[in-house]
């Protein structure tokens, strides 16, 4: 026996997720290492910094050098737990975590465009941004795995639901 489907379900059925993906924390960290190994190495061809060294002690730049790695760890760790992006068959629902305000359901008859990019490095490791406009601003949520992939599944989900609202609006 066929069962109709429930039209008036108020919850949302689910069609894709995404998140910030670890590698999207490629450069920051590439970054940090490239400023970590010259401070711990500058003392061998840095004058300045090896008389600055001498000053205020090789520990004290030892201890700057390291202390910016557990700060680079949290920032890695929320984004990674906590962005998340959930497209539905009405809506995106966008959550950047408690630190952040949080931001209404996108709603896909609302969306006007969606565009991607990425910084170049950030295209070699396969991640990017994706970029939703609508009447009253944009939301861009960073760090997506395949950002093209995800913005036509959006703007699939987009069309498909305008397709319905108006067919019920006839």
């Known amino acids: 026996m066929a069962t109709k489907p429930h039209t008036d379900?108020?919850?949302?059925?689910?069609?894709?997720?995404?998140?910030?993906?670890?590698?999207?924390?490629?450069p920051a960290v590439v970054s940090v290492a490239a400023m970590s190994l010259l401070v711990w190495t500058g003392k061998w061809?840095?004058?300045?910094?090896?008389?600055?060294?001498?000053?205020?002690?090789?520990?004290a730049?030892?201890?700057?050098?390291?202390?910016?790695?557990?700060?680079?760890?949290a920032v890695f760790l929320?984004?990674?737990?906590t962005f998340t992006y959930r497209l539905t068959d009405r809506a995106v629902l966008i959550d950047f975590g408690l630190w952040y305000p949080p931001v209404p359901p996108v709603l896909l008859t609302?969306?006007?465009?969606?565009?991607?990019?990425?910084?170049?490095?950030?295209?070699?490791?396969?991640?990017?941004?994706?970029?939703?406009?609508?009447?009253?601003?944009?939301v861009r949520m960073t760090g997506v795995r395949?950002?093209?992939?995800?913005?036509e599944q959006i703007r699939a989900a987009a069309r498909q639901?305008?397709?319905?609202?108006k067919a019920s609006a006839e």
């Open 78 to 81: 929320y984004r990674t737990v």
């Open 161 to 165: 639901e305008t397709r319905v609202q």
């Open 9 to 26: 379900d108020p919850a949302h059925a689910d069609r894709a997720w995404a998140g910030y993906h670890p590698r999207a924390m490629a």
């Open 110 to 138: 609302e969306i006007q465009e969606v565009r991607t990019g990425a910084g170049w490095f950030s295209r070699l490791l396969g991640v990017g941004w994706v970029e939703l406009t609508i009447a009253t601003g944009t």
């Open 45 to 59: 061809y840095l004058d300045e910094l090896s008389g600055l060294a001498d000053r205020v002690g090789a520990l």
């Open 146 to 151: 395949h950002p093209e992939a995800f913005a």
């Open 61 to 73: 730049l030892f201890v700057i050098a390291w202390g910016v790695w557990p700060g680079l760890g």
